[in-house]
């Protein structure tokens, strides 16, 4: 059984501010998944100080760098391993400009558009290429292998063939298609 072609994977981080409201937090999600990404993590965690530092470290010299490691750390966000073709870019045009007055203006059907409060409350992160996601994806689900999601369930999420939890927002492999499959052969 061989996939059509690979599958990309992303990080999407919603911020503390968006969680705390209910609606919002439940348009992004029914957004997510009507631009058809398949959510292969999910988890509600307040960042740490040492997980944000390490996450935002190549901002670490820009003047917003402690406000944006305080709203981080500020309370619970939702954090997203989402795929897609074309992933990185798909998520990133979903939400829209970093800056909130330009996403307001220029592109007010995008997450931030809609939903963004400021510069640093912009709603939502992504990652800003497969590289990048790579290494987010390592510093905030450490148990999670790439490879290995590679190898074992991206023909899965590829062929569709998954159980979708809308409770925990988390996609699973069906594996009895495997069996079905191997029991027709």
């Known amino acids: 059984m061989q996939s059509k ?29 009507d631009n058809n990404f398949k959510v292969v993590r ?10 944000a530092e390490l996450f935002y470290k190549e901002h670490e010299s820009k003047f917003f760098y402690n406000r944006l490691l305080t709203f981080m750390c500020s ?40 939903f963004g409060l400021s510069d640093t409350r ?27 999601w590679y190898e074992s369930e991206e023909i899965f999420y590829n062929l569709g063939k998954l159980h979708f939890d809308p409770v925990s927002f988390v996609h699973t492999a069906d594996k009895t298609y495997i069996k079905n499959e191997q029991v027709t052969k």
């Open 122 to 148: 912009n709603a939502t992160h992504g990652s800003d290429s497969k590289e990048s996601a790579e290494r987010e994806i390592a510093i905030l689900f450490k148990d999670f292998n790439i490879k290995e």
């Open 5 to 33: 072609s690979s599958l990309q994977l992303t990080l999407a981080i919603l911020k503390p501010h968006v969680v705390k409201s209910p609606f919002v937090l439940q348009k992004i999600r029914d957004l997510i998944i």
């Open 75 to 114: 309370g619970p966000s939702d954090i997203h391993v989402l795929t897609r073709h074309d992933a990185v870019a798909k998520w990133r045009q979903l939400m829209g400009p970093t800056k909130v007055y330009q996403a307001q203006y220029n592109a007010q059907d995008t997450i931030r558009g809609m």
């Open 42 to 51: 999910s988890r509600r965690a307040t960042l740490s100080r040492a997980e």
